[in-house]
Each structure stands twice: as structure tokens, then as C-alpha cells.
């Protein structure tokens, strides 16, 4: 059952209680999915409007919205009509849009990559910028520097991500032209293209992400650096940079890990707003205007999809924990 | 900057088209050189505003499709840019007698797939429109009772009555012609794969992201069409729209609200174009009911409404405003009944009084939750507020309200919406204010009036069709059946090598004559 113990590079990553919490955490996803999507569902069906109505076209006649309704099952109980969808779903068939009639499974498949890596690159700067203010902050605490990165933070936190990414397009795209103001392109077929397209989105998504992970990373490492371990440390005499790198940093990385997956879930929310600043086609767009038309298949899916990365995402981060704290494990 | 204005004209048409005659007026009034020689190739990008409900025409429903849908699908009758006057396209059309159509299809047209575009096709065509279960477009042709081929490019359409509206309505969605091949192969899975006869064919459309259309080699109207093909990109924040126009990321962006004209302007290297249409914005009434059934209630409402402040207030002055669902440039506007309702809100408290309603009264009125709806109703609700009128809103997705408005629900006595227009006024008419009609709330109508919607129907000729919507124009004026409020033009940003555009009072651009300069 289990994987013969690799040489001990990284102790080993999938031991016996590993695997179980894993398999536990798999299952748990059943039920928050059904849940989820079923919660979705009922609120598409609560509120007013109807897919319908957009189905029978600009000329509708009551009597085509009620044949409109025959056609597509959608007089049948409410019960009856999330079963079905259920149904399928569990054999793999995630249905077709009832507006455009494209396979959800086809809208997903292409508009993940693009919101992923909006959320990666995102991620990826909050750590890049983040990390370093909030060191510089810990090790000076009170400091001018401390100040200006504190000032930083607070900045970042206030502002609304989808007005910087308007900033950005009037200057980097509008008055520069060195970056495209819209639109998003395949990583596969050209990653230069997507990246360069993906990067505006980016920043101004992980602006509230640098400041959270400068903010968290500073208290927590204020707080090692202060303590008496440290100054015992000190008392040892080994030098500070040591100490940071040693035994600060790795002390305080369960909690930046927390901050990172939070962000993560933070950021695929956000989404929704920077991409229609950046007519970015991505699960954001693809989830809004389907609520819109009351297209449910289309929410339904995306919902799935997007609790299913959501899973994913808190079961790495628990694997991560145990790793990095082995007393998290047990 | 370069603007092409032709929202404040006072021209007739016949004026404009003596002045388009003439390459010296063309270049002193700087409209687009569409009468000098137009270079062939080039992909057009355009930024489109809505994902498209199909690419079938006789399944989809939005109005905002047939901008995409003309670029693949030619129709039988074409109307003229300015007036919309039908005139022929694939086919012409005679009425031998007032309940017998003929149409006589041009020789040589052929679908992208190769299938001949003949009596046979436009047949199969007009049939399934008729009769197809998932056909949206049957109420269109109910008054065709059948379909016969007198010829092998000939078609006779036997009417159950009179209807001159046909002409009109072969120019939209009933009129476009899709490979009868292409259908019978896919069956129920026509929405994604179109074959038709126009001027571009179909290559692939992603959801909220893309359409392309290429060059179709054998289309049949000789040197068209300029472009090699056009990239729909679907951008439905019209501000990013507009963005990706100054960026250059796409060549053109329509339909953009009148909010972002300075944007435009502001930018360097690209064209405004803004031009009148059909799309009215108005307030729907629903008059079945207490308190909108009184006339007098009604009737105060129109005067209450201040039209000139609300088209400088929501549209910047790029509107006309409107006295009735015409605007005065189309051919059918009964320039009689255009004054009726001065902007008086005296004159509105006495008709409430008289109503009953001295202290004044409360309305519920539903309006959508985008920018330029919430400012619309904010002056509305200022404006009726003078008179007395108070209003409760509710606001929602335009999916939401007019359903709860227009279908079963009949939640608010008011919603502030728009009419899209039609390419027939009769259409305009018929689903707006008959009996049982779903855009009449209420779904009650004055015999008479249902009456001379019909009748509207029976002359080919223009003139007297005319007098006809004249009586139907005084009786919903008259009776206050709806309180319109302002013909908003339509507004185009174009990028400086897109030469040729032409806008439409329709309001919905055709990309026949676009070329890249």
C-alpha cells in the first residue's frame, strides 16, 4: 500500500497516516461538493428570472416560454431537475450551456488555464514582494523602514483590486503600450503571449496579497525574533542572519502557508472582478454571465470545478503543514 | 479625431443622398470614403458586446446577435441603411395579389458548403422557421399558410391574410438563409456550426471569448467581400470594450453607451461614429391594472416627463427625444401626435388630482442594475417626483425584472427598459401593444387598435401603410400606453484604418462595407 521509502531526500511524503488523511480529506470533498452545488441550484431557482425567457428570443410569446419550458425539462420538480444534473455529473457529463449549447466541459477546460494563471502569478508575486517587506520590517521593527513597509501594507489592503488594474492599463498599456490592456492567450501555444497578458491582471489581483503576506509575516516573525529561544541564540552567538534563516524563517512558515492558502481561495474569488476589468475569458466571466441568463448548467459546472480546486488547495496545504511541523500530523 | 455625426441632422434622406452623391461633399463633411475604391484583405478585429445565444437564426433570441449572424448568413430582403425601406437582397419579392408573395431568388448563390442556394433551400428554410419545435421565429411567419416552389429559383407563399410586413421581416431573422445540408446532417446541433450563404464563413466560436469568420471565395455579389475576415472579440464591459479599441488590440468597438464619447475623443487615432436608431428607451406600463388603467394617471406621467433634460442627463445629448416608439426620421412617424405631451408637470398634478389622487401617488417600478439603467432612473424618479409621482424601485439583471414585469409575475406598475426596434413598424406594434402581446404587460388592447395593427398590413404601399401607423401612433399616444423617453443613438469607436463603415437605424452595424485601409 504504501510506496517503498524513497532515499530520504524529503523524509517521506506519503507515509501510512499521510495517505489516510489524504483518502479522508478526498471523501470529505463528496459532500461539500453535492452540497455546494445543491445550495447554487436552489438559489438560481429562488431567485426571479428564468432561462427561458432568454431561450424564447426577443419576440417570446407566452405560449413559446411555456413550450420553451416543456422542451428543456424545465417545468419538472426541482428535486428531479438536480438529480439529473447530479446524475450526469457523476458519469463525467457536466451537460451543455442551455444558451450557446457548448459543452461546460469544454467552457471549463478553456477557461481555467487563464484564470490559474492570473491566481499563480498573482500568488507568486505576493511571495516575491511580500517576503522580503516583511523581513526587512521584522528585523527593524520601528524602524523607517518599518514605517514605509507598514504604509505599504495598509495601502494595499485599501485599495480595490479592479481600480489599480484600470491604473495599470491607463499607464502600462494606454500611455506605454508595452503590455495589452485586454484579453488573455493560451500558455501552451504561446507562453509569451500569455504571460504578457497575464501580468497586469496579475498585479493588481496580488496587491492585496503583498501587503497580507508582508503584514502576517512581520507579527509572527517580530514575535520569534523576541523570544527567549532567539536570545538564546543570540547568547550562543551565532550570527543574526543565521538565526533569520535558520530558525526564524522556518518557525514562522506554517503560518505564512496558512496566509498563502487563504490568499489563494482569496484570489480565485477575485477573479470575477479583474477579469471583466481585462475581458479576461476565465471562470469569472464564464460564472457571471451564466448566472445572468440563469444558464445553470454552466454555474453548476463552474461551482464544481471550482470547489474541486478548492479541496485541492486546502488538502496540499494540510499535507504541506505536516511536513513542515511534523507535530501537525498527528 | 475625426467625427462622423449624422445624429444632428435635419436632412431628409433624399438630401443626404444627393450629398453622398457628390465625392466633394463626401470629403468636406469628412464622412468615410465608402464611395472611393476599397482594398481587399485583411482581418478586421472587432470587440463585441454579448456572447451570442446561437449562431442558428432560427434558434437564438438576442438582439445583439444579428450584427454576428449577418457576417455568415445573407437574407432574402435587405433594407436600405438609412430609412429602412426593404429592398431586395438573395431574392426579390412581388405581391401578384394582397394574400401571394413571390420571391425570385438570384441565380448562382451557393451556401459555404457548396449546396446551391435555390427555390428548393429557401423553402426548407422558411418551412422549419414555421414549424421547427426549436424555432424561435415562428410567430414571424404565422401569417404564411404555405410554401411552394413555382421554379427553380422561384418560391410562392400562399398567406392565410394580408401581411406587406413580410418584405421587412425576410430582412431579419426569418430572411437568413442556412444550408438545408448542414441542417439535415446535424439535427439538433445546429446552434455551433452555421453554414450559410453570406459573405464570410463560420471557422470557430469559444464561449464569452471569440467568433471567426473567414472569407467565403464564392460568394456571389462579385469583388465582396473586402475583408478576409473578421475576429469577434467578446468584451461585455463596454468600457474594457473601448480600451481595447485605444490600445489596439481590436479595430472597433459598437454599441457603446454615450457615457464614453469624451473617452473616445480623448483618444488619439480613432474615429467616432454615432448615428441615430430605433432603440427606445421608454417606460412600460402596465395598464390592466389600478392605478395605470387610469388614463388620467397615465396621461400624467407623460406630461411629467421632461425629454430634452432626460436625453442631456443619461445619453449627453447623442439622442433624440421621443414622442412616440418612432423616431422622426422613420418613414412611418406621425409628426400629428409629436406634441402632445409638452414636458408640464402642473398640468401632471392636475391630472392626478383629477384622478383622484390630489396628494399624489406611489408606483412600483422595476429598472436594471448596470450604470447608464440606474442613472436612467434616477432622473426619472426626479422628474416624476416633481409632479407628485413617487416611485419604489426594485432593481435586478435584465433576465430578472422584465420577466417579473412582462411574464406571469406582473410585479411594478412601471419598468424602465427599452424597445430594441424592429425592421418592420407593424413588428414594433404587434408585439408591444396587442392583445395578449408579451411586451404588453397587461396584455389587454382596444379592439380597434388590435385591428389597425392588421390592417397595417394589407398595402404594399408605403404611403398608405403610412396613414395606417399614423391612427395606430395617435391611439397609443392618445391613450399614454407607454411613456417613451429618448432614441438613443448608437455610438462606435474605429480605430483610423478602418475605412468604409456605415452605420444603420437599426442600430446594429453590418461589416459589408468595411474595409482596411
Given at each position: 500500500m504504501i510506496a517503498a521509502p524513497s532515499s530520504g531526500v524529503n523524509l517521506d511524503m506519503f507515509n501510512s497516516a499521510r495517505l489516510r488523511i489524504i483518502g479522508r480529506r478526498l471523501l470529505q470533498a463528496i459532500p461539500v461538493i453535492v452540497l455546494s452545488t445543491f445550495i447554487v441550484f436552489g438559489l438560481l431557482k429562488l431567485v426571479p428570472g428564468d432561462v427561458a425567457v432568454t431561450l424564447a428570443g426577443d419576440n417570446a410569446s407566452d405560449q413559446r416560454i411555456a413550450e420553451i419550458r416543456e422542451l428543456y425539462g424545465l417545468n419538472q420538480p426541482f428535486l428531479l431537475q438536480y438529480g439529473s444534473w447530479l446524475w450526469k455529473a457523476m458519469h463525467g457529463d457536466l451537460s451543455?450551456?442551455?444558451?450557446?449549447?457548448?459543452s461546460v466541459l469544454t467552457s471549463i477546460q478553456r477557461c481555467l488555464p487563464h484564470t490559474l494563471l492570473i491566481v499563480a502569478l498573482a500568488l507568486l508575486t505576493a511571495l516575491i514582494i511580500g517576503i522580503p517587506l516583511g523581513i526587512a520590517a521584522a528585523t527593524k521593527p520601528g524602524s523607517w523602514i518599518d514605517s514605509i513597509v507598514m504604509a505599504i501594507a495598509s495601502l494595499g489592503v485599501a485599495v480595490p483590486n479592479f481600480w489599480l488594474g484600470m491604473l495599470l492599463v491607463a499607464f502600462f498599456s494606454l500611455q506605454l503600450n508595452w503590455l495589452p490592456a485586454t484579453g488573455a492567450a493560451s500558455l501552451m501555444k504561446d507562453p509569451w503571449a500569455a504571460l504578457s497578458h497575464a501580468i497586469l491582471p496579475a498585479l493588481a489581483l496580488a496587491s492585496g496579497g503583498i501587503a497580507e503576506v508582508a503584514r502576517q509575516l512581520r507579527s509572527s516573525l517580530v514575535e520569534i525574533l523576541s523570544s527567549q529561544q532567539v536570545r538564546t541564540l543570540h547568547a550562543k552567538g551565532l550570527p543574526p542572519s543565521s538565526i533569520l534563516w535558520r530558525h526564524g524563517l522556518k518557525n514562522v512558515s506554517v503560518n505564512l502557508l496558512t496566509v498563502v492558502s487563504l490568499l489563494a481561495n482569496r484570489m480565485l474569488a477575485a477573479t470575477v472582478v479583474v477579469e471583466a476589468v481585462f475581458a479576461i475569458p476565465g471562470m469569472g466571466g464564464l460564472i457571471v454571465n451564466a448566472a445572468m441568463h440563469r444558464d445553470f448548467p454552466v454555474v453548476q459546472g463552474v461551482v464544481f470545478a471550482m470547489v474541486l480546486i478548492v479541496v485541492t488547495l486546502n488538502l496540499l496545504t494540510d499535507i504541506f503543514y505536516s511536513v513542515l511541523d511534523p507535530r501537525i500530523s498527528s | 479625431m475625426k467625427t462622423i455625426d449624422?445624429?444632428?441632422?435635419?436632412?431628409r434622406r433624399r438630401d443626404m443622398l444627393a450629398l453622398m452623391g457628390g465625392a466633394a461633399a463626401t470629403g468636406a463633411l469628412g464622412l468615410p470614403a465608402w464611395a472611393q475604391e476599397a482594398k481587399k484583405g485583411g482581418v478586421l478585429k472587432v470587440a463585441a458586446p454579448a456572447n451570442p445565444s446561437s449562431l442558428d437564426p432560427a434558434t437564438g433570441g438576442a438582439g445583439s446577435d444579428h450584427s454576428i449572424l449577418w457576417t455568415m448568413y445573407d437574407t432574402l430582403v435587405e433594407w436600405d441603411y438609412e430609412t429602412l425601406k426593404p429592398k431586395p437582397g438573395m431574392a426579390k419579392w412581388s405581391f401578384p395579389d394582397p394574400k401571394t408573395m413571390v420571391l425570385d431568388i438570384s441565380a448562382g448563390i451557393k451556401f459555404h458548403d457548396g449546396t446551391p442556394m435555390d427555390a428548393e433551400a429557401v423553402k426548407f428554410n422558411l418551412d422549419r422557421n414555421r414549424t421547427d419545435q426549436r424555432s424561435n421565429i415562428k410567430p414571424d411567419l404565422s401569417s404564411v399558410d404555405s410554401a411552394e416552389v413555382t421554379g427553380p429559383l422561384q418560391v410562392t407563399l400562399k398567406l392565410k391574410n394580408p401581411d406587406t410586413a413580410l418584405p421587412a421581416i425576410l430582412s431579419d431573422r426569418a430572411g437568413m438563409m442556412v444550408s438545408p445540408t448542414n441542417i439535415k446532417a446535424l439535427g439538433n446541433e445546429t446552434d455551433r456550426k452555421p453554414v450559410g450563404a453570406g459573405p464570410w464563413k463560420f471557422v470557430r466560436w469559444n464561449d464569452n471569448e471569440i467568433i471567426v469568420v473567414m472569407r467565403h471565395a464564392d460568394y456571389w455579389r462579385p469583388g465582396r467581400p473586402y475583408l478576409d475576415g473578421i475576429e469577434f472579440n467578446i468584451i461585455t464591459e463596454n468600457a474594457t470594450a473601448l480600451r481595447s479599441v485605444v490600445a489596439g488590440q481590436n479595430d472597433m468597438a459598437f454599441a457603446l453607451p454615450a457615457r464614453l464619447k469624451p473617452v473616445i475623443e480623448r483618444a488619439k487615432n480613432l474615429t467616432t461614429v454615432s448615428s441615430p436608431t430605433l432603440y427606445c428607451i421608454q417606460l412600460y406600463l402596465n395598464y390592466a391594472r389600478a392605478p395605470l388603467d387610469n388614463l388620467k394617471v397615465r396621461q400624467a406621467i407623460n406630461f411629467a416627463l421632461d425629454r430634452d433634460a432626460f436625453v442631456k442627463a443619461t445619453l449627453s445629448g447623442l439622442g433624440e427625444p421621443a414622442r412616440m416608439t418612432l423616431p422622426s426620421s422613420h418613414w412611418a412617424f406621425n409628426k400629428d401626435v409629436a406634441g402632445m405631451y409638452p414636458h408640464n408637470p402642473e398640468k401632471a398634478k392636475q391630472l392626478l388630482a383629477e384622478a383622484g389622487y390630489k396628494d399624489g401617488l406611489e408606483l412600483t417600478i422595476g429598472g436594471y442594475t448596470d450604470q447608464d439603467s440606474v442613472r436612467r432612473g434616477e432622473v426619472i424618479q426626479d422628474q416624476l417626483g416633481k409632479a407628485g409621482i413617487r416611485v419604489k424601485f426594485t432593481r435586478g439583471t435584465i433576465a430578472e425584472i422584465s420577466a417579473q414585469f412582462f411574464a406571469t409575475e406582473k410585479k411594478f406598475d412601471l419598468l424602465v427598459s427599452a424597445w430594441t426596434g424592429r425592421p418592420d413598424p407593424s413588428m414594433t406594434y404587434g408585439l408591444g401593444?396587442?392583445?395578449?402581446?408579451?411586451?404588453?404587460?397587461?396584455?389587454?388592447?382596444d379592439p380597434e387598435l388590435s385591428k389597425l395593427i392588421k390592417e397595417s398590413r394589407v398595402s404594399e404601399d408605403l404611403a398608405k401603410r403610412a396613414e395606417v401607423f399614423a391612427k395606430i401612433q395617435r391611439i397609443t399616444v392618445e391613450n399614454a400606453l407607454s411613456a417613451p423617453l429618448a432614441f438613443q443613438f448608437e455610438l462606435d469607436a474605429l480605430s483610423e484604418k478602418v475605412k468604409g463603415f456605415k452605420p444603420n437605424l437599426l442600430g446594429k452595424p453590418k461589416f459589408e462595407n468595411i474595409s482596411l485601409g
Open positions: 451543455n450551456s442551455l444558451i450557446s449549447n457548448e | 449624422l445624429g444632428k441632422r435635419t436632412l401593444f396587442d392583445k395578449d402581446a408579451y411586451y404588453n404587460a397587461g396584455r389587454t388592447a
